[in-house]
């Protein structure tokens, strides 16, 4: 069992013996010779990237075969290739207790090698019930002449995960690789490359806010940056999405969220990792595991329900040692949050708000004489109103955003309903 700090390299960690040890048995592994390795991971987009790592790895061992089932594909044609020989299965719980349930090509006989990835996110996704099934059936029909390694990989050692660990683990080895030498079984690890910050903005001010700090890097010259922006609810996604790629024109937008359909996730998910540089507006469902190359910023615009979903969040960067910043949003009446995160030792500095809008100077205001940050912040911020108010399609998507934005993160105990302005609500 492994618990390390988020982007510290896990998937590697256990990739690199995996197949060391496979490649290594003589006479050479064929495809005939049926499934030698199961590795299960909460989401599409990671099995994808992992399966992606195992192709580049396996480079030199052609004899060793990857697959990946997750869904979004016919289960006839997954079933062909399970006929045709894997010897590495890659893939997500619902999909994988489905072929073990009901095709009787998939064999776990001859299995010497079972890997349960992000299992903390396994359960907060609601798989203990098929992680739990599948161990039953491969228990069931293994041959015990044949060791098998089992690893569970965890960011958080929760009172789940370590009953996870129960079911799937035998006289196991505990390797600690977190950063933060705590022994609470909450234990967040945070990067030690990772600078962190939080921003203090009311309502009526957030959204030039969160401008100034997209264009600061642009400000630094550092045209490769990339950002990923998690946003509290789906609609809120689109929405400003939509919004900012309308009137900040020199920023590259995307967006991800569970409401997209697999084709379009998955074609965010390769455009952004290939681009040099550009902002991801997201939900949790890009926040755990997905290595995304060249990620500098974390931005969190709303806060996350506990300082366990933040560390999930900030994990996207300061990744295998490359440094990192991460910015919290907050409003003032929100600032008791950083005490909780300090409760778990994770230590953030605020940005002044004033700081941030300084950047926005760094915009072309046509026909404009802009002397001061507070002038741009508000030529800026009538250019949002502007927008909204001329497009009904963005209309429709801020009434949407802000209605499940209560509906579903105030009801959650973050915010404070009873200090909103409504009319100043960005």
């Not at 739990?132 to 491969?138: G, V």
């Not at 933040?310 to 300061?318: E, F, I, L, N, S």
């Not at 109103?385 to 934005?405: F, K, M, P, S």
Request: glycine share 6%; aromatic share 8%; charged share 20%.
């Amino acid at each position: 069992m492994v618990q390390s700090e988020t982007g510290s390299g896990k998937t590697f960690a256990y990739a690199v013996p995996l197949i060391e040890s496979l490649h290594k048995i003589r006479p050479k592994l064929s495809r005939t010779d049926g499934l030698r390795a199961l590795i299960i991971l909460p989401t599409r987009e990671l099995a994808l990237q992992t399966y992606e790592n195992f192709i580049k790895l396996l480079k030199p061992y052609t004899w060793l075969v990857p697959g990946m089932f997750t869904g979004g594909e016919k289960r006839k044609s997954e079933k062909a290739r399970m006929r045709k020989g894997i010897t590495i299965l890659i893939g997500t719980p619902g999909r994988l207790l489905d072929h073990a349930q009901n095709t009787k090509s998939i064999s776990f006989k001859s299995l010497q090698w079972l890997i349960i990835d992000e299992a903390d996110r396994m359960l907060d996704l609601g798989y203990e019930k098929d992680i739990t099934s599948i161990l039953s059936i491969i228990n069931e029909h293994r041959d015990e002449s044949i060791p098998r390694q089992t690893a569970l990989l965890s960011a958080t050692l929760s009172e789940g995960v370590q009953r996870l660990a129960g079911l799937s683990l035998k006289d196991h080895v505990y390797i600690d690789a977190s950063s933060i030498g705590d022994t609470d079984s909450e234990c967040l690890a945070i990067p030690d490359s990772l600078l962190q910050y939080y921003v203090l903005a009311p309502p009526k001010l957030r959204l030039v806010t969160l401008s100034g700090v997209l264009l600061q890097k642009l400000q630094k010259g550092q045209i490769s940056s990339k950002t990923l922006v998690f946003m509290a609810t789906q609609d809120m996604v689109d929405f400003y999405t939509e919004l900012l790629t309308t009137v900040l024109t020199c920023l590259t937008m995307f967006k991800l969220h569970g409401n997209m359909t697999q084709v379009e996730r998955m074609e965010v998910f390769k455009s952004f990792k290939a681009a040099n540089h550009g902002v991801l507006f997201c939900t949790d469902v890009a926040s755990r595991g997905l290595d995304l190359p060249l990620v500098d910023r974390i931005i969190q615009y709303n806060a996350p329900i506990t300082p366990t979903d933040y560390v999930h969040r900030v994990g996207r960067t300061a990744r295998v040692g490359q440094k990192g910043e991460a910015t919290l949003f907050l409003t003032p009446h929100e600032a008791m949050f950083i005490a909780k995160l300090q409760d778990h030792s994770i230590i953030a500095s605020e940005l002044k708000m004033d700081k941030c809008l300084t950047s926005i100077l760094t915009m072309e205001f046509e026909g404009e004489h802009v002397k001061t940050a507070e002038m741009a912040a508000n030529i800026l911020q009538s250019r949002f109103e502007t927008a909204v108010l001329e497009q009904d399609r963005l209309h429709e998507l801020g009434c949407n955003g802000i209605y499940y934005y209560f509906h579903n993160h105030i009801i959650k105990g973050i915010g404070n309903v009873d200090y909103l302005s409504l009319s100043n609500t960005r």
